[in-house]
């Protein structure tokens, strides 16, 4: 699997832009703050319908437009596949009607890493008017996709960033984002069991809330605890597939990552990993009711799956109190390549692997090595940023695999010719060559709205294959 021509309209900080890329290495060079991590981002977005960067959709749009649209065209399993992305803001949009279904994510949608429309509700789950809200649209093949978590795991993606420094450093929240959104693109009984999950605590956790405290039990909250308990036996089945799901991938995960580290590292030292959850050692109604009363004095759900944590280790000392800065970014790098190949063991497709700022705190042995690795035939298609030219350039000249480099200054990018061929004609620059009125179709009203036409498809590259090999 590949993505082999991008369009971009209004996003972030790229306002027009169409790329070919290489179904190997992609190589983007420029600046900081020129746009290079956009790029990723927008190829992140849709894979995932939404950023890499948890922000309001908002942000997407470039500043003073009032709506974004990205195309991307892909080979999968020997077939072309077309995905359209678009966004448009309340002022364009219109505000959303009371029941209408809107873009932003749910509290619940964030924490799984993933994007989802949901219908507005007011605190016991029931239908209400919500304000104005980003209007976001999915198709594949020119066929609207209405629901965004069937499209979750069609191109399954993993991007190595600095911000993954938030997996050793924050809290269990992102760790628990990071296992959620492995799961969410390699089992849809996962994504469905998590959301369902997710929607019964947020219900439970509103009435624990409004009866905490020691003048809160009146007699109309008291008629809540039946619905309490209803609530709580429901939770019981998701909980206990959310752990079992979790803990075996943290059992692969910490096997795969301590391989990694090991040939990152030259064996100087090994790592570990250690899932923590209250259901290690109890069912999901053990724990629920032991910790029944605690809930109802604090307000909120104590104990569960939206309590799990990871602890990372390098020799058995914890890694973000002991492991330096290089070791830390070691770790993350094994742990995002542990998460590729169980990604690809899963799906049978080998992930688009998105490496940002990688050179970054990495002695040259390093760099080496782990470009050497991920340009050998056990991965895909790899985007790679870097602000040193000659440094990638010095890279990609060991590296026997079929490499395209682009220079982008201020979100406009440049194809660069290879090392070996003479300067590239006007036809390599990134400059879309559809109508510039394209995003107005692609954006246009709700009811009406329809995929932007554009040229066909490509045909299926001389160098694809079908991988039968078995992812902040």
Known sequence: MYLCKLKVINFKNIREATLQFSPKINCILGNNGGGKTNLLDAIYYLSMTKSFFNIPENYAVTFGEQSMGLIGDYMLQEKSERIHLAIKLPDAAGASQPGTQASQQSPQASQQGIGENQPGSNQLGTTASQPARNEKQL?????????????????????????????????????????????????????SNIQNYNALLAQRNKLLKLCAGPGARSAATRGWDELIQTITLQMESPAAYVHAKRQELAESLSQYTAQYYKELSGNREAVTMRYQSDLNSSTPKEIFQRSQQQDLRFGYTTAGPHRDDVLF??????IKKVGSQGQQKSFLIALK???????KQ?????PILLLD????????????????LVAGETFGQIFITDSNKVRINQILARVDSTAKSFEVHGGTYQEQPAQSDAPADESAEATAEEPADAPAEALAEAAEVAPLADTPAPAAHPSATNDGGAQQ
Request: hydrophobic fraction near 45%; proline fraction near 5%.
């Open 337 to 343: 390549l542990a998460q590729f190949q169980i990604i």
């Open 139 to 191: 198709w594949r093949n020119e066929k609207r996709i209405a629901k965004f978590s069937s499209h979750i795991g069609l191109l399954p993606i993993v991007m190595v960033s600095p911000q993954d420094a938030i997996l050793v450093n924050g809290s269990g929240e992102e760790r628990r984002r990071f296992l959620n959104f492995i799961l969410s693109q390699t089992d849809p009984l996962y994504l």
């Open 346 to 350: 899963i799906s049978g497709k080998l």
């Open 313 to 318: 280790f390098i020799e058995g000392f914890p």
């Open 357 to 372: 700022d990688l050179f970054d705190k990495l002695d040259m042995t390093r760099v080496e090595y782990l470009l050497s």
